[in-house]
């Protein structure tokens, strides 16, 4: 027998379908924003591409990077090599991050991010960083490999690296671009006023032969030429 609609039970059903839809609030209505919006902490990739050793007797390169906001005061360790911490170097390596900002860190800080000395060759490292209301910072990478000489020096001194970063405008990539190089023991005043520690912002003693006193021509052994490429992401 075929069945009728009825249309009492129907008005039953509806009545406890909407009985049981939820209660409605006003705040029901906030945006809520995407997923970038809530992504925390930022994450930072930097990627070593090693370039070629300069002469035969060359020794290891090491590293050390790190990221700062000079007017905020903020500074975090990425990566450091761990020679540089527990020895095995001879005078002092690394000398700008080491006598300039070694000091500042605790020694349980500095731990956390030292790793196995990874030399002459490509590698990455990265880093949540640490403080969300940071927007804006410097990322650092200072590099040196002993026994390397130019025209300048018996032992080229250490060469530092710098990427300006804003997380506000984030690039796709960032590419580090030598800044100076700094004097440790073995090369702090071979040219005149280059103490030990102190960044020197002129390039062409790392990059030129020497005529005299003055520049000569470029140097096949060009310090930066340690390094192919340094380049960093924002995650």
Known sequence: MKKTFQPLLFLV??????????????????????????????KIVVNFEYGEDLSQTAGNNIYVIWIENETSGFMQNIGIC?????????????PYWKTNKYPNFTKTEIDAVTSA??????????????????RKFTLYFETDRSF??????SDQ?????S???????????????????TPNENTENVIQN?????LQTELKYITNFKEGT???????RNATQMVKKITAKIE
């Open 13 to 42: 059903v509806l009545t406890l379908i909407m009985n049981c839809q939820p209660e409605k609030h006003e705040d029901d209505n906030i945006n809520i924003p995407s997923d970038t919006a809530y992504q925390g902490n930022n």
């Open 82 to 94: 761990k020679k540089l911490i527990a020895g095995g170097l001879t005078g002092t390596a690394l």
């Open 117 to 134: 000395t990874i030399s002459n060759t490509d590698f990455s490292v990265s880093a949540q960083i640490n403080d969300s209301t940071v």
């Open 148 to 153: 390397d000489p130019n025209d300048w020096f």
């Open 157 to 161: 001194p250490a060469l530092l690296y």
């Open 163 to 181: 990427a300006d970063i804003d997380l506000d405008n984030v690039s796709s990539e960032y590419e580090l671009i030598p800044i100076g190089w």
């Open 194 to 198: 280059t103490p030990m520690g102190k």
């Open 214 to 220: 003055s520049f000569g021509l470029a140097d096949s």
